[in-house]
């Protein structure tokens, strides 16, 4: 593994399986540098949630809710939103807005949160990091844009640009 300072933070660059036996090893907050929380190691489940709609195609706030009680009884030791799994990129910025709400405030602390931030494009990405700070996550997940293409240096500026303005754990996907 290597690693990288960009901004505030200290990335660990490696492949996702070396990361993953890393986390469940080390905890999240063996990766970040000063300034950051320290996390328990993670070892268990991290489901990633849907996204529920009703028969009108509009998100469904109390099966979202209902969500996340089924993934906490059923042991999750944190859960994640806004992943590709949970179609992020058909939902509305009011919708991600308002389903952030309703997860922090359902979770109320009992386990980590950790949302997916990858946007269209790199501006979008760093945006969404800022919101999921303010609005409660305990970590964010960050993928490349989705329909900007970035050049290696770009993806770099991205990283250094979400490092320096977030404080929260990172988790690359």
């Given at each position: 593994?290597?690693?990288?300072?960009?901004?505030?933070?200290?990335?660990?660059?490696?492949?996702?399986?070396?990361?993953?036996?890393?986390?469940?090893?080390?905890?999240?907050?063996?990766?970040?540098?000063?300034g950051?929380?320290?996390?328990?190691?993670?070892?268990?489940?991290?489901?990633?949630?849907?996204?529920?709609?009703?028969?009108?195609?509009?998100?469904?706030?109390?099966?979202?809710?209902?969500?996340?009680?089924?993934?906490?009884?059923?042991?999750?030791?944190?859960?994640?939103?806004?992943?590709?799994?949970?179609?992020?990129?058909?939902?509305?910025?009011?919708?991600?807005?308002?389903?952030?709400?309703?997860?922090?405030?359902?979770?109320?602390?009992?386990?980590?949160?950790?949302?997916?931030?990858?946007?269209?494009?790199?501006?979008?990405?760093?945006?969404?990091?800022?919101?999921?700070?303010t609005?409660?996550?305990?970590?964010?997940m960050?993928s490349?844009?989705?329909?900007?293409?970035?050049?290696?240096?770009?993806?770099?500026?991205?990283?250094?640009?979400?490092?320096s303005?977030?404080?929260?754990?990172?988790?690359?996907?």
């Amino acid at each position: 593994m290597e690693s990288c300072n960009m901004g505030r933070r200290t990335f660990v660059l490696s492949t996702g399986a070396a990361i993953a036996g890393s986390l469940s090893t080390m905890g999240a907050g063996a990766v970040a540098s000063e300034g950051t929380a320290k996390m328990p190691p993670f070892q268990g489940m991290m489901p990633i949630m849907a996204t529920p709609v009703d028969a009108e195609y509009k998100v469904d706030i109390a099966s979202q809710r209902r969500h996340v009680e089924y993934c906490i009884q059923s042991g999750a030791v944190a859960i994640g939103h806004f992943a590709y799994a949970s179609e992020f990129q058909k939902i509305s910025d009011a919708d991600r807005s308002q389903l952030l709400d309703v997860v922090v405030e359902q979770v109320a602390g009992r386990i980590p949160f950790f949302a997916g931030v990858t946007g269209r494009t790199a501006v979008d990405t760093v945006r969404y990091a800022r919101e999921a700070e303010t609005r409660g996550a305990d970590l964010i997940m960050v993928s490349l844009p989705f329909e900007e293409q970035l050049d290696p240096e770009s993806t770099f500026t991205m990283f250094r640009e979400i490092g320096s303005n977030v404080s929260l754990p990172i988790i690359i996907q």
